[in-house]
């Protein structure tokens, strides 16, 4: 008795019992044509990647049909998802076969699937998907055949028969988004306002003008002319005729000491002169004279 089932079922039914449905994957590749299963929650899908077909698959263009076995007890299965629509598919509980979907069902307890249809191209990221209901679908490994033929239909290169080989799906991390990061508001200092000092201007100190008073020069007085006097009759003339005379010089004043004189505001009026003593003399001299000519001329 294999252990290994059974302990894949006892897995499998803790985890149902529990709550709980694990995702797994598995790969395989045969001739650069690369299977990919996967599946969760009883859902499981095939991916078929054959753009890149090489060996006896070759020549090879189109997906005629392929099944599933070895994959548990269950009680039904639906095509959820298939190139072309579901629609286009026929699903049934034999094995896959040279002849198509006639072949026998599982082994033992084991139960398997057949799905065929309209011949399709073969391409990359041919995707299938089937969901069980009831039992106890044993998705971990199942085994896969396929068929491709030609545009005809006819069978081309080897019929697949293998096991897609399980590998436990890593589940990603939970993404941990970091806290925002609270950046503090910048805080504005003011500017420091700088008052300027107060220049205080010094008053203009107005200094008056000297005022220098006039200086008043008094004119020099003129030189004396000499004047004949006339020479009375009981004077006995020289022969000639005329005495001399001699006028006595004007006596010339002292010099004056100009001493600078007050400013004063009012005028002084010109009716208020005074004769100088100099003046007098002239005048009286030329009285004189006048005198003299007058006797004479008599």
Not at 87 to 104: F, I, Y
Not at 119 to 125: E, R
Not at 232 to 242: F, I, R
């Amino acid at each position: 008795m294999h252990l290994k089932p059974i302990l894949r079922k006892i897995t499998l039914a803790l985890a149902m019992a529990a709550g709980l449905s694990s995702a797994h994957a598995g790969v395989l590749t045969f001739q650069n044509v690369v299977f990919t299963t996967t599946w969760a929650n009883n859902v499981l899908t095939l991916e078929i990647d054959a753009g890149k077909r090489s060996g006896d698959w070759t020549k090879a263009t189109m997906l005629g049909a392929l099944s599933l076995k070895d994959i548990g007890s269950f009680t039904s299965v639906s095509v959820t998802r298939a190139p072309q629509g579901v629609s286009a598919w026929t699903l049934g509980s034999k094995e896959l076969n040279a002849n198509g979907c006639v072949g026998g069902g599982g082994s033992g307890n084991k139960k398997a699937l057949c799905l065929e249809g309209a011949p399709i191209a073969l391409t990359d990221n041919m995707v299938f998907s089937f969901a069980f209901t009831g039992g106890t679908p044993d998705l971990d490994e199942p085994h896969l055949k396929v068929n491709f033929t030609d545009r005809s239909g006819g069978k081309v290169g080897s019929l697949l028969s293998d096991i897609i080989k399980s590998t436990p799906v890593v589940a990603a991390p939970p993404v941990v988004t970091p806290p925002p990061v609270v950046t503090p508001p910048v805080v504005v200092t003011p500017p420091v306002v700088v008052t300027p000092p107060v220049v205080v201007t010094p008053p203009v100190i107005v200094t008056p003008p000297v005022v220098t008073p006039p200086v008043v020069v008094t004119p020099p007085a003129p030189p004396a002319e000499p004047v004949t006097l006339p020479v009375s009759d009981n004077t006995t003339v020289p022969a000639g005729g005329e005495v001399p005379v001699t006028t006595p010089p004007v006596p010339v004043p002292p010099p004056v000491l100009v001493t600078p004189p007050v400013v004063v505001l009012e005028p002084v009026s010109s009716t208020t002169d005074v004769p100088e003593p100099y003046t007098i003399a002239l005048l009286l001299g030329g009285l004189a004279l006048m005198g003299a000519v007058l006797r004479k001329r008599r």
